[in-house]
């Protein structure tokens, strides 16, 4: 119990600090909101009359406490490029990226887990190699390479998958899933070769020990030595560095909503970069480092669930 | 030594040394427009006699443009890493070694920058600096920082109690002393892996962010510049994405394959 409630205070210190990093660092953006309301080329005295009444000639600490108190009451401010509130764009775009990091878990899961448990059941053998050799290959390519392949292959050779863009769920949901698939694979792939190498070396720890031998000693038959003993034990770490993934997913995912014009979060924050728009810079790098946080915190509370042997504190 | 020479450090070192040799020699014997030099009649052409890894859309030759892209890319790395090193090192290594309060508040620190991904923290610095080469090499130096400041401080906290260094207080060695001729020589191997890795790391972070237009500028060649010109025509001109992308892909596979057996020889608990 202290274990959690310590962990939730250091969540909330790290929550404002991570408020005092996003204001700071988009403070130091040359140009102000004024300027980029009016354009560089605006008459001065309209320009600081926007200034005074927007609050920007407040000292910094002044300006700072209206945006937390902002972000506390919901209203989160609009943005400049798409002159929609924000917190409604931030929703609509957070249920889209949702949909592809839910997607791409699961494929890398999917794929990771018997392809570890292969290469240690198998080590030092060729199924070890074939294994460890794919997941290297897989750490190795940049992910908006495989991206391109993907178009390639499955939307413009085969016509399978469409190559870009987003279906709103609630019109077509298998449209939603068809446009998700191929970023998702994506990233699935790019993810699954750092799962494969970690799945790979908790079972080789795991394999080595005392109660594995037992069990196989009892006569227990290989497969439920290895599929319910072994991974049962193995599984936490990997959940635990799949979750770890989540902030490289989040800055994948960027790259990834790119290429494939797929209107999510991650496509959100690279428009707000690009065109300099404040307060959607601020609210998107806060909300991405703050889901970041949460999901390692959701992951150590759900380690400490599963394995009784953690209870903490 | 003689551990080093495993397949895989052998096809990586190899490998890293080819590519090395490529970035460093190829603008020496390239004249400095080669990769700019257009050839208008023959664009977009697939890999032939004249043009041995075809040209783009401008009809530049793609193999003088990924040679000298080479430069580009291994500059903006290794330049990142080692800012990320001279960031990180005292960090970690304070933090590791005086423990307690100054530890506490040090890794908070360092944990915050942790939440943010590092390349939208890198594409948020590169936006806010305005992207050249130079603020991509302080962007993603400053994205990997908490990376390594976390790793160095485990390997500093691990170091700061063993009996020489318990010793070396007894006899009344400074601090700075102690940190400089008894901890740092001992985390080296932990930084020589780690920025082995990081590098890795930093050239598909600079592929990523060229590629989003936040990176390098043209007309610099670099790869994910070259990536990114080849999005509109990968049905008509694949092999314009296919070349820079097996670039990137052979230089951190090169790197990942050092890395691996740099870490089972320096780091004999992760075998």
Same mark, same amino acid.
């Given at each position: 119990? &202290?274990?959690?409630?310590?962990? /939730? *205070?250091? %969540?909330? !210190?790290?929550? @404002?600090?991570?408020? =005092? #990093?996003?204001?700071? $660092?988009?403070?130091?953006?040359?140009?102000?909101?004024?300027?980029?309301?009016?354009?560089?080329?605006?008459?001065?005295?309209?320009?600081?009359?926007?200034?005074?009444?927007?609050?920007?000639?407040?000292?910094?600490?002044?300006?700072?406490?209206?945006?937390?108190?902002?972000?506390?009451?919901?209203?989160?401010?609009?943005?400049?490029?798409?002159?929609?509130?924000?917190?409604?764009?931030?929703?609509?775009?957070?249920?889209?990226?949702?949909?592809?990091?839910?997607?791409?878990?699961?494929?890398?899961?999917?794929?990771?887990?018997?392809?570890?448990?292969?290469?240690?059941?198998?080590?030092?053998?060729?199924?070890?190699? &074939?294994?460890?050799?794919?997941? /290297? *290959?897989? %750490?190795? !390519?940049?992910? @908006?390479?495989?991206? =391109? #392949?993907?178009?390639? $292959?499955?939307?413009?050779?085969?016509?399978?998958?469409?190559?870009?863009?987003?279906?709103?769920?609630?019109?077509?949901?298998?449209?939603?899933?068809?446009?998700?698939?191929?970023?998702?694979?994506?990233?699935?792939?790019?993810?699954?070769?750092?799962?494969?190498?970690?799945?790979?070396?908790?079972?080789?720890?795991?394999?080595?020990?005392?109660?594995?031998?037992?069990?196989?000693?009892?006569?227990?038959?290989?497969?439920?030595?290895?599929?319910?003993?072994?991974?049962?034990?193995?599984?936490?770490?990997?959940?635990?560095?799949?979750?770890?993934?989540?902030?490289?997913?989040?800055?994948?995912?960027?790259?990834?909503?790119?290429?494939?014009?797929?209107?999510?979060?991650?496509?959100?924050?690279?428009?707000?970069?690009?065109?300099?728009?404040?307060?959607?810079?601020?609210?998107?790098?806060?909300?991405?480092?703050?889901?970041?946080?949460?999901?390692?915190?959701?992951?150590?509370?759900?380690?400490?669930?599963?394995?009784?042997?953690?209870?903490?504190? | 030594?003689?551990?080093?020479?495993?397949?895989?450090?052998?096809?990586?070192?190899?490998?890293?040394?080819?590519?090395?040799?490529?970035?460093?020699?190829?603008?020496?014997?390239?004249?400095?427009?080669?990769?700019?030099?257009?050839?208008?009649?023959?664009?977009?052409?697939?890999?032939?006699?004249?043009?041995?890894?075809?040209?783009?859309?401008?009809?530049?030759?793609?193999?003088?443009?990924?040679?000298?892209?080479?430069?580009?890319?291994?500059?903006?790395?290794?330049?990142?890493?080692?800012?990320?090193?001279?960031?990180?090192?005292?960090?970690?290594?304070?933090?590791?070694?005086?423990?307690?309060?100054?530890?506490?508040?040090?890794?908070?620190?360092?944990?915050?920058?942790?939440?943010?991904?590092?390349?939208?923290?890198?594409?948020?610095?590169?936006?806010?600096?305005?992207?050249?080469?130079?603020?991509?090499?302080?962007?993603?130096?400053?994205?990997?920082?908490?990376?390594?400041?976390?790793?160095?401080?485990?390997?500093?906290?691990?170091?700061?109690?063993?009996?020489?260094?318990?010793?070396?207080?007894?006899?009344?060695?400074?601090?700075?002393?102690?940190?400089?001729?008894?901890?740092?020589?001992?985390?080296?191997?932990?930084?020589?892996?780690?920025?082995?890795?990081?590098?890795?790391?930093?050239?598909?972070?600079?592929?990523?962010?060229?590629?989003?237009?936040?990176?390098?500028?043209?007309?610099?060649?670099?790869?994910?510049?070259?990536?990114?010109?080849?999005?509109?025509?990968?049905?008509?001109?694949?092999?314009?994405?296919?070349?820079?992308?097996?670039?990137?892909?052979?230089?951190?596979?090169?790197?990942?394959?050092?890395?691996?057996?740099?870490?089972?020889?320096?780091?004999?608990?992760?075998?």
């Amino acid at each position: 119990m &202290t274990y959690i409630l310590n962990r /939730l *205070l250091s %969540v909330i !210190l790290t929550l @404002f600090l991570i408020t =005092i #990093v996003t204001f700071g $660092v988009t403070n130091i953006l040359p140009g102000d909101v004024a300027m980029m309301i009016m354009g560089t080329q605006s008459n001065p005295e309209a320009l600081e009359g926007l200034r005074q009444s927007l609050g920007l000639n407040d000292p910094l600490i002044v300006q700072y406490g209206r945006w937390i108190g902002g972000m506390l009451t919901g209203d989160w401010g609009t943005s400049l490029i798409f002159k929609q509130p924000i917190a409604e764009l931030l929703l609509q775009k957070a249920a889209a990226s949702a949909v592809i990091v839910v997607m791409s878990m699961t494929i890398a899961l999917a794929l990771a887990v018997p392809l570890g448990v292969w290469a240690a059941v198998h080590r030092d053998k060729w199924q070890d190699t &074939t294994s460890s050799t794919t997941a /290297l *290959l897989g %750490v190795s !390519l940049p992910d @908006f390479f495989w991206g =391109i #392949v993907m178009i390639l $292959v499955f939307a413009r050779w085969l016509g399978w998958f469409p190559s870009s863009g987003f279906v709103d769920p609630a019109e077509d949901f298998l449209g939603t899933l068809r446009h998700a698939f191929l970023p998702s694979l994506a990233l699935g792939l790019g993810l699954m070769a750092h799962l494969t190498r970690m799945t790979r070396s908790t079972m080789t720890g795991i394999l080595n020990q005392e109660f594995i031998r037992v069990a196989r000693a009892k006569g227990l038959s290989e497969r439920t030595v290895i599929w319910r003993y072994a991974l049962a034990n193995a599984i936490g770490p990997v959940i635990t560095i799949a979750g770890l993934q989540i902030g490289y997913l989040f800055g994948s995912i960027i790259v990834m909503e790119f290429l494939f014009s797929y209107t999510g979060m991650g496509w959100l924050t690279y428009q707000a970069l690009l065109n300099r728009d404040l307060p959607l810079i601020q609210a998107t790098v806060f909300v991405v480092a703050a889901v970041v946080m949460l999901t390692n915190l959701a992951v150590d509370l759900l380690y400490v669930a599963i394995d009784p042997r953690i209870r903490l504190g | 030594m003689r551990r080093f020479l495993t397949t895989k450090g052998i096809i990586g070192l190899t490998l890293l040394t080819i590519i090395a040799l490529i970035a460093i020699l190829g603008p020496l014997i390239l004249s400095p427009d080669a990769a700019t030099a257009m050839d208008m009649t023959a664009r977009r052409s697939p890999p032939s006699w004249k043009h041995p890894l075809g040209t783009d859309q401008l009809g530049r030759d793609l193999l003088f443009r990924v040679i000298l892209g080479a430069r580009t890319s291994l500059e903006i790395a290794v330049s990142a890493v080692l800012m990320s090193i001279v960031l990180g090192l005292p960090l970690g290594l304070i933090s590791g070694y005086f423990g307690g309060r100054t530890d506490n508040i040090l890794m908070r620190l360092v944990d915050t920058l942790l939440a943010f991904p590092a390349l939208l923290l890198a594409l948020t610095i590169s936006a806010v600096l305005g992207p050249n080469v130079q603020n991509t090499i302080i962007a993603i130096g400053i994205a990997f920082t908490p990376f390594l400041a976390r790793i160095i401080r485990g390997e500093a906290l691990r170091v700061a109690q063993m009996p020489y260094v318990e010793a070396a207080r007894a006899s009344g060695t400074t601090d700075v002393m102690i940190m400089v001729r008894h901890v740092l020589p001992n985390i080296l191997p932990a930084v020589i892996v780690q920025g082995t890795i990081s590098l890795a790391f930093a050239i598909l972070a600079e592929a990523g962010l060229s590629f989003l237009g936040l990176g390098t500028q043209p007309p610099a060649a670099s790869w994910g510049l070259m990536i990114q010109a080849s999005r509109d025509q990968l049905d008509i001109a694949p092999w314009t994405a296919l070349v820079p992308g097996l670039a990137v892909a052979l230089t951190v596979l090169a790197l990942n394959m050092v890395g691996d057996v740099l870490r089972d020889i320096l780091d004999p608990r992760s075998k």
